[in-house]
């Protein structure tokens, strides 16, 4: 399973990450999700927490501080008020 | 006429002057490529936030719950004008055009009988209005120690009009800053930020989808517009700070320039004297020689 969507981590200052994605997990406010291409649009607040993208068989982690997520079947975009990079693991 | 010695120490202060203001225009042109790219490099988030409020306001629109952040006040007693401002002058018209943008806004929101407060970030604004509105003046800003801007320092500044606006003192808020068009062209600009300006969010793919919310969609909103209006903050400050440097450039670009005309002025001018000079001597010897 290959297909991939669209990931846009956003910063206040700058845009932190672009680009297709196998997967994402982030921290909702009411509960971890993961997203995979198809899901159905939602919209949630985030908390503290590690989103974690899968591309290319790699696991890359950032930590953010609180934002908001916006998904479409396509497309993730998350907003963070604060992210640091994490090495990729 | 000036003697010789007094223009040779004219020209020299001049040439120092040029010296300055040439440094002063390439640290400025060095700075404004920094805030440029600070400035470029903020929009996505704000571009994307104010997507998302549009899209959700759609849903809570018309409906009593809609949040006063969003929608404002029906009853707009006290207005509550943000005017940002450089921190520093040398930078040619910007912090005057701002405060005088300011000042007609101003003007006209008292002719509609309402109150105005000001709320200065910046000192060169703070200076200018200090004298002709200083009464109305609530909270000054100075953010000359921030060296790069983050949302840490739009911070202190929202949370103070929230408090204002949660306390009822103020109805209404707008903000005034330099709109960043060019590096030769800067638009003093009035924004709305309570009620909330929804006008330049852009096309919705989303539109009509289904969309699940979590929380309620108001909840989401309750947390999002303060947000909202920090973010909006520091893209005005950014621009700001971009549009002064731009400012600053060009001032002292022209600033130069001035000074090498004068400086060439001098210079023709202390030669003739010199010139002048030798002939007079001159004359005196051969008449001088002639009576002998």
């Known amino acids: 399973m290959t297909e991939t969507i669209t990931f846009h981590l956003v910063a206040p200052e700058s845009e932190v990450f672009a680009g297709e994605v196998e997967s994402v997990t982030a921290p909702g406010s009411e509960g971890d999700f993961g997203v995979f291409k198809g899901h159905a649009p939602f919209m949630t607040t985030l908390r503290e927490g590690t989103v974690s993208v899968m591309h290319g068989g790699k696991r890359q982690d950032f930590a953010i501080h609180g934002g908001f997520a916006d998904v479409t079947p396509t497309q993730v975009t998350v907003l963070a008020e604060a992210v640091e990079r994490e090495p990729a693991a | ?292």
């Open chain 2, 1 to 292: 006429m000036a003697s010789l010695k007094e223009m040779r120490s004219r020209i020299g202060s001049v040439k120092a002057t040029q010296k300055i203001t040439k440094a002063m225009q390439m640290v400025a042109a060095a700075k404004l490529k920094r805030a440029q790219n600070a400035a470029e490099s903020a929009r996505p988030y704000a571009e994307r936030m104010a997507n998302v409020i549009a899209n959700l306001a759609q849903g809570v629109a018309g409906s009593d719950s809609a949040p006063a952040l969003l929608v404002g006040r029906q009853q707009v007693n006290a207005h509550l004008v943000v005017v940002a401002t450089a921190d520093r002058g040398l930078c040619g018209g910007f912090n005057t055009s701002i405060v005088r943008k300011a000042r007609e806004q101003i003007k006209s929101i008292e002719e509609q009988g309402k109150t105005v407060r000001i709320l200065c970030v910046g000192k060169k604004g703070y200076d200018q209005l200090r004298r002709q509105h200083g009464s109305k003046i609530v909270d000054t800003f100075d953010l000359s120690a921030a060296k790069r801007l983050s949302l840490q320092d739009a911070q202190p500044i929202a949370d103070r009009i929230l408090d204002l606006f949660d306390k009822g003192d103020v109805d209404a808020v707008s903000l005034i800053h330099a709109q960043f068009k060019s590096v030769i062209s800067q638009v003093p600009t009035a924004k709305s930020l309570i009620p909330a300006d929804l006008t330049g969010a852009g096309d919705l793919d989303m539109a009509g989808a289904a969309y699940e919310y979590e929380p309620e969609e108001g909840e989401i909103l309750e947390t999002l517009l303060p947000r909202n209006l920090s973010t909006q903050i520091l893209s005005a400050l950014l621009e700001n700070a971009a549009g002064e440097q731009g400012a600053r450039m060009q001032a002292m670009d022209s600033a130069t320039r001035n000074a090498g005309d004068m400086i060439n002025d001098l210079t023709l001018q202390y030669n003739r004297t010199r010139q002048a000079q030798i002939t007079k001597e001159l004359i005196e010897i051969i008449s001088g020689a002639e009576a002998l």
